[in-house]
């Protein structure tokens, strides 16, 4: 049976956890390597993409740089997080805002020392990030609309290392970044009308605080619209083999999305749009392989 200080150091590490979100970090990890072998180096062979000790050291910096920004944000957050998550509020608390900001210098040190394995421009290049994302969550965070485009521009950014390491700056890539982009913004617009009451409470002064419901949901309809473009564009322009079904489904389900939205009047309402935004975005990571499933499947037809 687990003494009493166990238990209260294994809550710490839950709450830890909770604050630096380890399932999203899982997942961008995961998301980088599926873009590595089937976007970027689809000549390359699994094995070879997975022991390549200089991509694991940007996909390590890169996860634990978004890690630490997950820390500093949730400690400008505090207050606000207090009414708008109550719950996973009080998990969060369980550890102090000190040792918060001692893991936060501490994992920005760890990043930076990890990418000078791959390249001084790696330095330089999570240095500016980290910067980035202090500054996103001090100021940036409480001016509509800028706000919510720097923090869409922050969760992609980690991808452009991989994209740049590969030297594959072709018009796909940018054209699938668009997508990605779009979805995290339409996410963001959404989170806005999601936490309002404690963004009141806290002075933030976000789109539909000040420009009120009304524009908010105009302006997440537009970026639907234009979202459904590039996905069409996407789909009708390259090959993007089976995977075009997952962006058949992204479509519907946006669409779904709009009509939830005009309807809604709750903050459960906007917790649903949330989610249906995060599952597109998870869905469309693990379905990177539907681009050359049939690759995968020769090669396990060769080993049986």
């Known amino acids: 049976m687990l003494s ?7 809550y710490k590490l839950f709450s830890l956890f909770s604050v630096v979100r380890g399932y999203n970090i899982l997942i961008i990890v995961i998301a980088q390597y599926l873009a590595a072998k089937f976007i970027l180096a689809p000549k390359k062979g699994f094995m070879e993409i997975a022991f390549d000790g200089r991509l694991f ?5 890169s996860a634990v740089a978004i890690a630490a920004g997950y820390i500093i944000n949730n400690f400008y957050d505090a207050e606000k997080d207090l009414i708008n998550r109550p719950k ?36 330089i290049f999570f240095s500016a990030y980290i910067f980035g994302i202090w500054f996103y969550s001090h100021k940036m965070k409480k001016i509509p609309f800028l706000g919510n485009l720097t923090s869409a521009i922050l969760a992609i950014t980690p991808f452009f290392t991989v994209f740049i390491y590969y030297r594959n700056l072709s018009s796909v890539i940018f054209v699938h970044a668009a997508f990605l982009f779009l ?6 617009f959404i989170k806005d009308l999601e936490n309002i009451k404690g963004d009141l409470a806290q002075d933030y002064k976000t789109i539909p ?11 997440i309809t537009l970026s639907v619209i234009i979202a459904i473009s590039v996905t069409i564009f996407l789909v009708s322009q390259y090959d993007t083999g089976y995977m075009r079904f997952y962006f058949c489904g992204s479509i519907l389900l946006l669409i779904f999305s709009v009509v939830v939205l005009y309807r809604a009047t709750a903050r459960s309402h906007y ?10 975005i998870v869905a469309g990571v693990f379905s990177i392989p539907l681009l050359n499933i049939d690759s995968i499947l020769n090669k396990i037809t060769t080993v049986l």
């Open 4 to 10: 009493r200080k166990r238990k209260l150091f294994y």
């Open 57 to 61: 050291a940007l996909i390590f910096a």
């Open 88 to 123: 996973k509020s009080m998990l969060d608390r369980l550890v102090s805002q000190r040792t918060k900001i001692a893991t936060y210098f501490t994992l920005n040190f760890i990043s930076v020392v990890i990418a000078s394995f791959a390249s001084l421009n790696a330095v």
């Open 183 to 188: 979805l995290i913004l339409i996410r963001e």
């Open 209 to 219: 605080i000040i420009y009120g419901e009304k524009v908010s949901k105009g302006l």
């Open 271 to 280: 917790l649903l749009l949330h989610n249906i935004l995060k599952f597109i």
